[in-house]
């Protein structure tokens, strides 16, 4: 009887994984591409695991601040009061602002989607579509991608608080797929082929347009530091910068950042 509390440690020892950890905390714009570059890492670093969470831009910020965190992620620059951090561009993102693929409009001009987003246009008929109410879909306070989409299209305008808001690209997307009066804006990596993103003053939100600064809506995607990478932590940091990194970035509809350097 003496030999179990021994026995029953050994078997609890052997079932341990035996596996370092580094978290990655923050925009959930970011979050669906930083899994993809973490699940080949694992691969071919079977011994590390990389636990990918989300939150938003300023949540992944605080994180890195407080230390809850190894690795922040933010798809905003950062605000004048939380410069410190140590910045490395993952990649630029576009924005694109997507309709239902059933809806008729390919083009909407700046004034026109800040006129939506602000609640003085209220019918598609008034942009030469069909006699329906527009229902637009935000994203939350604290999300990089409306911050972004603040700055770049409101200007000093607010988003109206009739407008739908979701917590994440992937609920902004679901539900413009599936409502034929809806408008939203996400990644334009992340839009498929159950929602179409329209062009903003004639110019289609595609790579070689975000490359060629055609299509002027583009922001960063980031990842933060409170020091120096060091062990695991910058052995995943060189691999998303790395080629191979930034090709399953690149194939998944972001521009990487080595091809913005060799720019």
């Not at 011994?47 to 407080?66: F, K, L």
Request: hydrophobic share 40%.
């Amino acid at each position: 009887m003496r030999s179990l509390p021994l026995a029953l440690s050994l078997l609890l020892l052997s079932c341990a994984p035996n596996k370092s950890s580094v978290i990655i905390a923050g925009s959930t714009s970011v979050q669906p591409f930083i899994e993809k570059v973490a699940e080949h890492f694992t691969e071919k670093y079977p011994g590390i695991r990389i636990d990918v969470q989300g939150g938003g831009s300023t949540a992944g910020v605080q994180a890195v601040i407080n230390g809850t965190c190894d690795i922040g992620v933010s798809s905003r620059n950062l605000k004048p009061e939380e410069r410190g951090l140590k910045v490395i561009l993952l990649a630029l993102d576009g924005i694109a602002v997507i309709l239902h693929r059933d809806n008729p409009i390919e083009d909407l001009t700046v004034a026109q989607v800040r006129s939506i987003f602000a609640g003085r246009m209220t019918n598609w008929q008034e942009l030469g579509g069909i006699d329906a109410e527009i229902i637009p879909v935000t994203r939350e306070e604290g999300s990089g991608t409306r911050a972004s989409f603040e700055a770049m299209i409101m200007a000093e305008e607010v988003i109206s608080d009739a407008c739908l808001v979701q917590d994440s690209n992937g609920a902004v997307r679901e539900i413009i797929a599936t409502t034929p009066q809806g408008v939203g804006y996400v990644s334009v990596g992340l839009v498929d082929d159950r929602e179409k993103a329209v062009a903003i003053n004639g110019v289609r939100p595609t790579i070689a347009n975000l490359i060629t600064e055609k299509y002027g809506f583009a922001r960063p995607f980031l990842m933060l530091l409170r020091d120096d990478p060091s062990g695991d932590v910058k052995k995943f940091i060189d691999y998303a910068r790395s080629e191979e990194g930034q090709e399953i970035l690149g194939g998944s509809g972001l521009i990487p950042a080595n091809m913005i350097a060799a720019d």
